[in-house]
């Protein structure tokens, strides 16, 4: 029998634990989890939301499209909608969300802590006050890994404003090593950071993998894609820090040293310049998908057997995730947040220097090229993610409740 991996840690005897979680907006990515808590009869959730972006049909600044999202976003747990008074509303700069609102319920003494995610927007800071007055026990999860601090001035007053609002965290919720790594360098000692690993909805995409399994050669065909070479893949936005024309070049030294397909998923502003850059170098088998919702996604990794990351910045990369989840091998740089988690060299990829170009070709010719290790370092990648879901992000969060009760301010 298939163990039950969210019974393994409870918060013990006593009423349910009451839990505020306040985030900028709805998100794809964090729905399923307030979902799998908010069904536990040991927790009882509620999520305060800053704005509704993401619930309608919006242009996307970084991919330049206009969509709205296919998977439902605030269904299966209780939430409420604060009063964004922001004069330019928006979850991309500090001033867009200012919601003084979320006061009400910390004053009102209902809960038993507040998660509060990171400290970019004005009303982090005001619940992080608030909070504070009120001796409310603050949960802060947050994506920094600290592979590119700032340094100077600007270094040490970020050091300043944050060991101050450090000090008044009762626990960390760490996303993977990289943000523990950081959170210790502020002197936050072990016993107050708990692994919730970032995550995607790993079922979501086992299942579509394994519906889709041996539908590769027609999805190829579909998309007029050679079925029968090797599909290196990229997924994300078409921007400077995501560094696509890294991979472009890379591909370019191949030289057809083994011959591959080259597929980017994805749209934004470099589009138009990567595609001229394709046409100039007479690039073959290099095709462009355009936008795709999350409904769409598995099927792109259906039909890949490689997927390369080699973004200059990137605070985790939920695309590994879900790659890994298909089954695919992975090539990222050393400045994605996962690769301490979830790439493992020789095993299931390769990490490479951020920008290194001869490196990052030699790294795909050796997947591409041999695809015995090809597939086995596919199985290795699901083997991994297995590990890291949404159950073990639960068993972290009721491992800081714990702490909270038993420890926090006695």
Known sequence: MEENKSEK??????????LAVLASHPIQYQAPLFRSLSVRPDIEL???????????????????????????LIDGYPRTFLNNLSLVPNPSHFWGLVNPGIVTPILRGG????????????????????????RLPILLRCETNGLSEPIG?????????????????????????????????YGIPDKRIFLTPYTVDNLFFFNRAQAL??????????QGI?????????????HHNKRPFDLLKAYTLMNGRPTASLVFVGDGPLRSEMEHFVADKHLRNVCFLGFKNQQEMPTCYALADLLVLPSSSEPWGLVLNEAMCNGLPIIASDRVGAVADLVRNGVNGYTYPVGDIEVLTERMQQIVGNEDARLEMGNRSRAIINRWGIEESVQGVLQSFEWIRSCWRQ
């Not at 840690?9 to 009451?18: A, D, M, N, T």
């Not at 038993?112 to 992080?128: C, E, K, M, R, V």
């Open 226 to 238: 050679p079925p029968d070479l090797p599909v290196i893949l990229f997924c994300g936005k078409f």
């Open 46 to 72: 509620h999520v305060f939301f800053c704005c509704r972006f993401g619930l309608d049909r919006y242009m996307d600044p970084g991919f330049e499209v206009s969509f709205s999202w296919d998977i439902p």
């Open 111 to 134: 809960f038993d802590a507040i998660w509060i995610h990171g400290w970019s927007f004005a009303t982090n800071l005001i619940a992080w006050a608030a909070a504070s007055i009120t």
């Open 213 to 222: 399994h041996d539908k590769k050669r027609l999805l190829r065909e579909k």
């Open 9 to 18: 840690f409870g918060v013990g005897e006593g009423p349910p634990f009451r």
């Open 153 to 185: 001035l600007k270094g040490a007053l970020k050091r300043l404003i944050l060991s101050t609002f450090f000090s008044k965290v009762a626990g960390f919720l760490a996303i993977g090593t990289s943000n523990t790594t950081f959170y210790k360098s």
